[in-house]
């Protein structure tokens, strides 16, 4: 059974600092999805990691996988307020039917 | 923008009334989803569909169920309401092949007094 796990689950840090939110999972998988989701909201996606290595930016969030490590990093740079919501991880068994999701990581940025 | 709607967004209701919870999508997915989310909380797949006819229960046991009678529709139905029953749905679809992103609809915010 697949499980995949969140660290931190939460965070709270000041506006201009990095910071790295890790998502382990439990089961060979070679894809790796990132959720954004806002209080009150549904859920945004943000990233799609297909391969080992794979890494893609978009503003100040980075995301990276190593399917070897069974990890995925999502790297904040210089947190804005804007960026505080929830992050999901979630990973996919070897057929990819199912998303599994973490726990999520609830993050706040203080001015 | 991903094109999946739900309605209603929000409801109030009373215990033992009979709900169903409405999501379409446009995108023309095989596959169409079910979660629940309390508050702050992780997402809970509860019913799941491969497309037409196909319904499958998902890992969180729930006392609604679903219908796939068109590709692009999949309601979700209480026959009695509980308090219990007081969360988050979302509904998202996804490819059967590819990328197999899941996109969510807006949710729908149910209250069972």
């Known amino acids: 059974e697949l499980k995949v796990e969140q660290n931190p689950l939460f965070l709270s840090m000041q506006e201009g600092k990095n910071y790295t939110i890790y998502c382990n999972y439990s089961?060979?998988?070679?894809?790796l999805y990132w959720y954004r989701q806002d209080p009150g909201k549904s859920l945004e996606s943000l990233f799609v990691?297909?391969?080992?290595?794979a890494v893609k930016q978009e503003g100040r969030l980075m995301a990276s996988l190593d399917t070897k490590a069974r990890l995925s990093t999502l790297h904040i740079t210089a947190a804005v307020h804007d960026l505080s919501a929830t992050y999901f991880c979630?990973?996919?068994?070897?057929?990819?039917?199912?998303?599994?999701f973490g726990g999520g990581t609830r993050l706040m940025v203080k001015p | 923008e991903a094109d999946i709607y739900q309605t209603p967004r929000y409801l109030v209701i009373g215990t033992g009334k009979k709900i169903t919870l409405e999501c379409s999508q446009t995108m023309g997915h095989d596959k169409m989803y079910w979660y629940q989310q309390d508050p702050g909380m992780e997402l809970h797949l509860i019913h799941y569909?491969?497309?037409?006819?196909?319904?499958e229960k998902g890992d969180l046991s729930s006392e609604s169920t679903v219908s796939r009678i068109r590709t692009e529709h999949f309601p979700l139905t209480l026959e009695s309401a509980r308090p219990s029953h007081t969360s988050q749905y979302l509904c998202a679809s996804s490819e059967w092949q590819g990328v197999r992103e899941q996109f969510f609809g807006p949710g729908t915010r149910l209250t069972v007094l």
């Open positions: 089961t060979t998988s070679d894809r």
């Open positions: 990691l297909l391969s080992n290595g």
């Open positions: 569909s491969y497309g037409v006819n196909s319904t």
């Open positions: 979630a990973s996919t068994n070897n057929a990819g039917n199912m998303l599994t």
